[in-house]
C-alpha cells in the first residue's frame, strides 16, 4: 500500500477556522485553492464553501481578468486586479440573496482611489449589499432597503491602506444593525433594523455592475460570506484564522500567538473552540486540516477561554522520522501547536477535550495502532513523551482520542503508529510532477520510496480540479523496499492550466489520492472568424474536430441556438435571425475552449 495524500476531507464541509457549514458559510473563496488560469489569467475561482458558488469571468470578458500572484502574502499567492477592467462574477441562484451577512475580506490596494468596488451586488444605487472603498482609505457599504430608501455608511479614513493586507470585516442583521471592523477591531456600528433589497444581479468581485470607474487596482486573496453575522467567540476564531494564515496581526483578539517565528510559524489551518459567554461560543468546529478538536461533554471551558491549535504544513509521512518514543515506529512529520489562552492572552485551562483525525485515504487503519504524541515538557522533541493510546474508530475514515487532559498553552502534538506495515499513515510517494514536454505534450513523474500490495497508478487530469479524468494505468511494484521512478507522456495536453493527480490502488481495491498539482501549456489563439462584423453567416476555421463544437453567449449571458455545417475545415454559420449586437463565439468541447468576440450587424 502507498498511502497518498488526498486533497479534500472526507468529513462535511466547514468554514475558515472550523466556523460554519456549508448552510451558513454560503461563499468561501481564498487564492490558495481552486484558481483555474488560461493565458496567465484567471478563468475560475472555485468556491470552497461547499455550494458551488464559482467565480467566473463575465461574458464578453476573457480577456479582463485578474491574475494569480504567487507568494505575495505570507508566502501564499493573490489575485491581483488591474484597476482598468478585471472583474469577476458569481452568478449564484439565489443563495447569495441575503438580507443578514457577515464578510471577510483579505485585501491590499495598490493605488488607493475613490469608489473602488471590492465586493458588490447590486447595480450602483441598488445595492443588496457592498464594499467600496475611497482614496482615504475609508470603506462605504451602501444597502438599498425595501423601503426604497439608501444608505451609505462609512468607516474613518485609513480603514484600508496600500502598505499591507488588512482583514475587513462588515455584517448586518435587523436586530443587531450594521458592524465592521478592520484586524479585529471595530471600526463602525449603527443599529439599523430594516430589511435589504434582493435585487437580480450577479454578485461582482473587483468592479460593481453599471460603473466603469470602480475597478480594483489591488490584490484580494480571500472573499468569505456567511449568511447570518457570526457570534464573538466565531468572528474571533476566524480573525485569528486568516491572521495566522497572512502573517498579520490583529488589532484586538490576536490570541494565536504559534505562528510566530519565534514559536515556529506554525500558520497552517488554524482553528479553535472559544466561549465569550452563553450566546457567543463555538465548541464543535468542523474539520481544518484533517483535525478537529471539541469540548469533551460536559464542556469545562468557561467565559472568555480559548483554545487554538494550527500545524507547519509538515507532510502525512512517517517516512525517515526517528523523533518517536522506542514502543513507536514511526510518527507523522506534521505537528500541530495549540494557543490555550484567555482573552488577554493570558494562559488558562480549558478541560478535557477530544481530538478527532481525519484519516480517510490515507492508507490502512487500526485503531489499536494509533497514538497521540503530546510534547508536554515544551522541549521541542517527542522522543522523551509517553505515547496516548485509546483511539476509537467513528467510521468514515475518523478516529478519536477522547478526554484528553495533556494539552496546555504552546505544547505541540502530532500521530504516531505501533505499527507502520499495519498502520503506516506515511505517503510513501518522494515525489510527483508534471512539466511541459516541447510545445504540444507532457511529461509526468513520480517516484516511490516503498510500496505494499501496489496494483498500479492511474493518473487523472482536470480542467478545473473538480472533474477528473482518467488518462492511463501503469502497473505497481507490488512490494517493494527501494525507490522506483515512473514516467509517462501526456501527448495532448490542455491548452492553459490543467491539473493532474495519481490514484493509487490496492490489488483488493482500495485506492488513494496524490496531492494535485498544476501544468501551464500555450494557449492557441482566439478562432478566426470571417467576416467579422457579420451579416447573415459567418465562416470558423477550426483546428481538430472536436471544435466542430460551437457555443454562442449573449451580451446577457444567454446562450444562443444557431443552425452551423461543416465546410472543409470551416464552419458556416447562420447568423441570419441573431438580434445585431455582441456575442462571445466559443469553439470546442468542456476540456478545450477558445473563444472570439463577433459582431452580428
Same mark, same amino acid.
Given at each position: 500500500m502507498i498511502a497518498l495524500c488526498l486533497p479534500t476531507l472526507a468529513?462535511?464541509?466547514?468554514?475558515?477556522?472550523?466556523?460554519?457549514?456549508?448552510?451558513?458559510?454560503?461563499?468561501?473563496?481564498?487564492?490558495?485553492?481552486?484558481?483555474?488560469?488560461?493565458?496567465?489569467?484567471?478563468s475560475t475561482w472555485t468556491d470552497r464553501s461547499g455550494n458551488a458558488n464559482d467565480a467566473l469571468v463575465p461574458p464578453l470578458s476573457s480577456t479582463a481578468t485578474p491574475g494569480l500572484v504567487a507568494g505575495a502574502a505570507n508566502g501564499l499567492p493573490v489575485l491581483r486586479f488591474d484597476g482598468d477592467d478585471d472583474q469577476l462574477w458569481v452568478d449564484a441562484n439565489g443563495s447569495l440573496d441575503l438580507t443578514a451577512?457577515?464578510?471577510?475580506?483579505?485585501?491590499?490596494? &495598490?493605488?488607493?482611489?475613490?469608489?473602488?468596488?471590492?465586493?458588490?451586488?447590486?447595480? @450602483?444605487?441598488?445595492?443588496?449589499?457592498?464594499?467600496?472603498?475611497?482614496?482615504?482609505?475609508?470603506?462605504?457599504?451602501?444597502?438599498?432597503?425595501?423601503?426604497?430608501?439608501?444608505?451609505?455608511?462609512?468607516?474613518?479614513?485609513?480603514?484600508?491602506? &496600500?502598505?499591507?493586507?488588512?482583514?475587513?470585516?462588515?455584517?448586518?442583521?435587523?436586530?443587531?444593525?450594521?458592524?465592521?471592523?478592520?484586524?479585529?477591531?471595530?471600526?463602525?456600528?449603527?443599529?439599523?433594523?430594516?430589511?435589504?433589497?434582493?435585487?437580480?444581479?450577479?454578485?461582482?468581485?473587483?468592479?460593481?455592475?453599471?460603473?466603469?470607474?470602480?475597478?480594483?487596482?489591488?490584490?484580494?486573496?480571500?472573499?468569505?460570506?456567511?449568511?447570518?453575522?457570526? &457570534?464573538?467567540?466565531?468572528?474571533?476564531?476566524?480573525?485569528?484564522?486568516?491572521?495566522?494564515?497572512?502573517?498579520?496581526?490583529?488589532?484586538?483578539?490576536?490570541?494565536?500567538?504559534?505562528?510566530?517565528?519565534a514559536n515556529g510559524d506554525l500558520d497552517r489551518d488554524v482553528a479553535g473552540i472559544g466561549r465569550m459567554g452563553a450566546a457567543a461560543l463555538q465548541l464543535d468546529p468542523g474539520f481544518s486540516g484533517r483535525l478537529s478538536i471539541t469540548s469533551h461533554a460536559p464542556p469545562e471551558l468557561t467565559d472568555n477561554e480559548f483554545l487554538f491549535w494550527g500545524h507547519d504544513d509538515g507532510a502525512f509521512s512517517t517516512l525517515g522520522n526517528t523523533d518517536h518514543p522506542a514502543s513507536l515506529q514511526g510518527r507523522w512529520d506534521r505537528i500541530w501547536r495549540v494557543s490555550e489562552v484567555n482573552t488577554t492572552g493570558a494562559a488558562t485551562d480549558v478541560g478535557p477535550v477530544d481530538i478527532t483525525f481525519d484519516l480517510f485515504g490515507l492508507g490502512p487503519v487500526a485503531a489499536a495502532d494509533l497514538r497521540l504524541l503530546v510534547d508536554e515538557n515544551d522541549d521541542g522533541l517527542f522522543a522523551d513523551e509517553t505515547p496516548i493510546d485509546g483511539a476509537a474508530a467513528l467510521g468514515n475514515g475518523r478516529y478519536r482520542f477522547a478526554d484528553v487532559t495533556a494539552l496546555a498553552d504552546g505544547h505541540r502534538f502530532t500521530l504516531g503508529s505501533t505499527d507502520i506495515a499495519n498502520t503506516p499513515l506515511p505517503i510513501d510517494l518522494l515525489s510527483f510532477s508534471v512539466a511541459p514536454q516541447g510545445?504540444?505534450?507532457?511529461?509526468?513523474?513520480?517516484?516511490?520510496?516503498?510500496?505494499? @500490495?501496489?496494483?498500479?497508478?492511474?493518473?487523472?487530469?482536470?480542467?478545473?480540479?473538480?472533474?477528473?479524468?482518467?488518462?492511463?494505468?501503469?502497473?505497481?511494484?507490488?512490494?517493494?523496499?527501494?525507490?522506483?521512478?515512473?514516467?509517462?507522456?501526456?501527448?495532448?495536453?490542455?491548452?492553459?492550466?490543467?491539473?493532474?493527480?495519481?490514484?493509487?490502488?490496492?490489488?483488493?481495491?482500495?485506492?488513494?489520492?496524490?496531492?494535485?498539482?498544476?501544468?501551464?501549456?500555450?494557449? &492557441?489563439?482566439?478562432p478566426l472568424v470571417t467576416p467579422n462584423p457579420a451579416k447573415d453567416r459567418f465562416l470558423v476555421m477550426i483546428d481538430a474536430p472536436r471544435e466542430r463544437s460551437l457555443r454562442l453567449v449573449s451580451a446577457s449571458g444567454r446562450v444562443v441556438d444557431v443552425p452551423a455545417s461543416p465546410v472543409g475545415t470551416r464552419l458556416e454559420v447562420d447568423a441570419s435571425r441573431l438580434t445585431p449586437g455582441a456575442y462571445v463565439l466559443q469553439v470546442g468541447d468542456a476540456d478545450r475552449s477558445r473563444s472570439v468576440r463577433v459582431i452580428v450587424e
Amino acid at each position: 500500500m502507498i498511502a497518498l495524500c488526498l486533497p479534500t476531507l472526507a468529513a462535511a464541509q466547514t468554514g475558515p477556522g472550523g466556523v460554519g457549514t456549508s448552510a451558513t458559510n454560503v461563499l468561501w473563496l481564498s487564492a490558495d485553492q481552486g484558481v483555474a488560469q488560461a493565458g496567465g489569467l484567471v478563468s475560475t475561482w472555485t468556491d470552497r464553501s461547499g455550494n458551488a458558488n464559482d467565480a467566473l469571468v463575465p461574458p464578453l470578458s476573457s480577456t479582463a481578468t485578474p491574475g494569480l500572484v504567487a507568494g505575495a502574502a505570507n508566502g501564499l499567492p493573490v489575485l491581483r486586479f488591474d484597476g482598468d477592467d478585471d472583474q469577476l462574477w458569481v452568478d449564484a441562484n439565489g443563495s447569495l440573496d441575503l438580507t443578514a451577512w457577515h464578510f471577510f475580506l483579505v485585501v491590499r490596494p &495598490n493605488t488607493l482611489a475613490n469608489a473602488t468596488a471590492w465586493l458588490t451586488k447590486g447595480d @450602483d444605487g441598488t445595492e443588496n449589499y457592498a464594499v467600496v472603498s475611497y482614496a482615504d482609505g475609508g470603506v462605504r457599504m451602501p444597502i438599498r432597503w425595501t423601503d426604497d430608501t439608501r444608505t451609505t455608511p462609512s468607516t474613518p479614513g485609513g480603514q484600508l491602506g &496600500n502598505a499591507a493586507f488588512r482583514i475587513f470585516e462588515y455584517s448586518y442583521k435587523a436586530s443587531a444593525g450594521r458592524a465592521a471592523y478592520t484586524n479585529g477591531a471595530a471600526v463602525y456600528a449603527d443599529a439599523h433594523s430594516k430589511t435589504p433589497l434582493i435585487d437580480p444581479y450577479p454578485l461582482y468581485i473587483g468592479n460593481e455592475k453599471g460603473t466603469s470607474n470602480g475597478f480594483v487596482d489591488g490584490d484580494i486573496a480571500e472573499v468569505i460570506a456567511y449568511n447570518a453575522p457570526l &457570534n464573538a467567540a466565531q468572528r474571533l476564531i476566524v480573525d485569528n484564522h486568516l491572521a495566522a494564515k497572512y502573517g498579520l496581526s490583529l488589532a484586538s483578539g490576536d490570541l494565536y500567538v504559534q505562528d510566530d517565528p519565534a514559536n515556529g510559524d506554525l500558520d497552517r489551518d488554524v482553528a479553535g473552540i472559544g466561549r465569550m459567554g452563553a450566546a457567543a461560543l463555538q465548541l464543535d468546529p468542523g474539520f481544518s486540516g484533517r483535525l478537529s478538536i471539541t469540548s469533551h461533554a460536559p464542556p469545562e471551558l468557561t467565559d472568555n477561554e480559548f483554545l487554538f491549535w494550527g500545524h507547519d504544513d509538515g507532510a502525512f509521512s512517517t517516512l525517515g522520522n526517528t523523533d518517536h518514543p522506542a514502543s513507536l515506529q514511526g510518527r507523522w512529520d506534521r505537528i500541530w501547536r495549540v494557543s490555550e489562552v484567555n482573552t488577554t492572552g493570558a494562559a488558562t485551562d480549558v478541560g478535557p477535550v477530544d481530538i478527532t483525525f481525519d484519516l480517510f485515504g490515507l492508507g490502512p487503519v487500526a485503531a489499536a495502532d494509533l497514538r497521540l504524541l503530546v510534547d508536554e515538557n515544551d522541549d521541542g522533541l517527542f522522543a522523551d513523551e509517553t505515547p496516548i493510546d485509546g483511539a476509537a474508530a467513528l467510521g468514515n475514515g475518523r478516529y478519536r482520542f477522547a478526554d484528553v487532559t495533556a494539552l496546555a498553552d504552546g505544547h505541540r502534538f502530532t500521530l504516531g503508529s505501533t505499527d507502520i506495515a499495519n498502520t503506516p499513515l506515511p505517503i510513501d510517494l518522494l515525489s510527483f510532477s508534471v512539466a511541459p514536454q516541447g510545445p504540444t505534450a507532457a511529461r509526468v513523474q513520480w517516484s516511490t520510496a516503498s510500496e505494499r @500490495d501496489n496494483e498500479g497508478f492511474t493518473i487523472e487530469r482536470s480542467a478545473d480540479a473538480g472533474d477528473w479524468k482518467a488518462l492511463a494505468f501503469l502497473p505497481g511494484a507490488g512490494v517493494s523496499a527501494t525507490v522506483i521512478d515512473y514516467t509517462w507522456t501526456d501527448a495532448d495536453p490542455l491548452p492553459g492550466t490543467s491539473y493532474y493527480r495519481l490514484k493509487q490502488t490496492d490489488h483488493d481495491g482500495r485506492s488513494s489520492l496524490s496531492e494535485v498539482v498544476s501544468l501551464d501549456m500555450p494557449v &492557441n489563439a482566439s478562432p478566426l472568424v470571417t467576416p467579422n462584423p457579420a451579416k447573415d453567416r459567418f465562416l470558423v476555421m477550426i483546428d481538430a474536430p472536436r471544435e466542430r463544437s460551437l457555443r454562442l453567449v449573449s451580451a446577457s449571458g444567454r446562450v444562443v441556438d444557431v443552425p452551423a455545417s461543416p465546410v472543409g475545415t470551416r464552419l458556416e454559420v447562420d447568423a441570419s435571425r441573431l438580434t445585431p449586437g455582441a456575442y462571445v463565439l466559443q469553439v470546442g468541447d468542456a476540456d478545450r475552449s477558445r473563444s472570439v468576440r463577433v459582431i452580428v450587424e
